[in-house]
């Protein structure tokens, strides 16, 4: 057939982004009779030069019926892609485990090392900028080119005592200190504050901007408060402490349920007595967790020899994990996982204020339906006219706060029904008398089960066998 008699019998589609070309049969009849090489200089022709499905334009030719009564896909371009992203290298690898202090050969701790800490000298190159890089370019059906995405720059998240070159490519301390990431991954250099014995009325409170070394005990009612870590090397009493980064206590925590300890990251500790402790990521215990309340935003472990969970309240977004929960005369003991526990609070606080609202709400409806009749009598004074007005401003304030709080709360029962990370682990003994909460589903345990995991599957909570 001629190449001229093809425009009668056909025509093409190209998609918005010129990504897509179509071939539409206009109609057909037994005259028409097209090679492949015909049909792709059609194309061709119509200005689709890149991405021709070749093999398909001769299936097309060999079985015109079976293509003729819709759009055939027969030339796809190619999308550009995104390059790698660009990221912020440090000098010193800023993970949690390299935060720790040294471990000697014979398996004890050398708090007393202080070089452990990512300590830098003013003036000194603290990270680099490396820059994001461009992905592949793309090309449309049309031969024309899509260009290459860029990644997403990185930029310095900017804390104390630092200062950023011009270029914006490279960050320096502006004193001697210690490298410290706090919340929303800023970049610090604090100094280390110690104290060479107990926190009591001889030293009194600590509010400091750095890194808190605490070479003894920290007594009842004292308090400690650190912009980067605090690391004990004795025990703490009912005491106050908190740190944006993490907390480390080596003699353990007997609170006798004064005071609390919370960090934005991780809490380590040899044990918890009588406590209230929460972090925004790990708590990690190495004997016991007794009548205490512990949250934790990622899990609760409580290893060792001994491992155990007994009394009060255990919160975690992912995991507990203990070797013995609860003991033979059945203390009451609630593990609850599968959701961040300052979300359960929030979820709380924000259906209260939802009622209160609704009810302030309503009051205001019945006012104004009582303004609108004396309006519609003309009876309406200017006072009440004022009032009106007033009303009317706040009913809809409140309707879209409620609206706000309605969207928070099924965000939030959102991550309830979301369980299929979060578990329990039990590596030895869980008692009776303990309840197990995994998002919005509880289960109470009346018997002991040895070496069990709790998890939600299919509407219910369920225990899996873990083998020693």
Request: overall charge negative.
């Amino acid at each position: 057939m001629d190449d001229q008699l093809l425009d009668s019998f056909l025509r093409i589609q190209t998609s918005a982004d010129k990504l897509s070309a179509f071939l539409i049969f206009n109609r057909i009849t037994d005259e028409f009779d097209c090679t492949p090489n015909q049909l792709e200089r059609f194309l061709i022709s119509k200005g689709i030069t890149s991405g021709i499905r070749t093999e398909l334009l001769t299936e097309i030719c060999n079985n015109v019926l079976a293509y003729c009564k819709e759009q055939t896909l027969v030339a796809v371009g190619q999308q550009a892609t995104t390059g790698k992203d660009g990221y912020i290298r440090f000098i010193y690898d800023m993970k949690e485990r390299d935060q720790r202090p040294a471990e000697l050969e014979d398996g004890t701790v050398d708090f007393k090392e202080v070089n452990q800490l990512k300590n830098v000298q003013r003036g000194q190159l603290i990270a680099e900028r490396v820059e994001a890089e461009y992905g592949l370019p793309g090309k449309m059906v049309t031969g024309e080119t899509i260009a290459a995405k860029l990644g997403k720059q990185a930029r310095f998240k900017v804390g104390k005592n630092v200062v950023v070159s011009g270029e914006q490519t490279a960050m320096y301390a502006t004193i001697d200190g210690l490298i410290t990431l706090t919340d929303k991954e800023k970049i610090n250099v604090f100094p280390v504050y110690e104290v060479n014995g107990d926190v009591d009325y001889k030293t009194g409170n600590i509010d400091f901007i750095g890194t808190v070394v605490i070479r003894g005990n920290v007594l009842s009612g004292f308090k400690i408060k650190a912009a980067g870590d605090i690391r004990i090397i004795g025990g703490v009493e009912g005491a106050e402490l908190e740190s944006e980064g993490s907390i480390e206590i080596i003699g353990g925590i007997m609170a006798g349920n004064k005071g609390h300890v919370r960090a934005n990251k991780t809490i380590k500790s040899s044990f918890i007595q009588d406590g209230n402790v929460s972090a925004g990521e790990d708590v990690l215990v190495s004997q016991s967790i007794m009548h205490s309340i512990v949250r934790a935003g990622r899990s609760v472990i409580c290893s060792g020899s001994k491992g155990l969970i007994v009394g009060g309240t255990v919160q975690a977004a992912d995991l507990v994990s203990a070797r013995v929960v609860g003991n033979t005369m059945s203390t009451a003991t609630a593990i609850e996982v599968g959701v961040r526990p300052e979300q359960r609070a929030e979820l709380s606080e924000l259906r209260l204020k939802l009622r209160q609202t609704q009810d302030s709400l309503d009051k205001s409806e019945k006012a104004l339906t009582i303004l609108d009749q004396l309006a519609a009598s003309g009876q309406l004074t200017e006072d009440k006219m004022s009032l009106r007005i007033k009303l009317g401003a706040t009913k809809r304030v409140s309707i879209g706060e409620m609206e706000e709080m309605r969207d928070r709360i099924l965000e939030i029962e959102k991550t309830l029904e979301d369980t299929d990370r979060a578990r329990v682990d039990v590596s030895h003994t869980i008692y009776g008398g303990i309840k197990i909460v995994i998002g919005r589903y509880t289960r109470y345990l009346k018997d002991p089960i040895q070496h069990v995991s709790f998890r939600y599957m299919d509407g219910d909570i369920v225990n899996v066998p873990i083998f020693p």
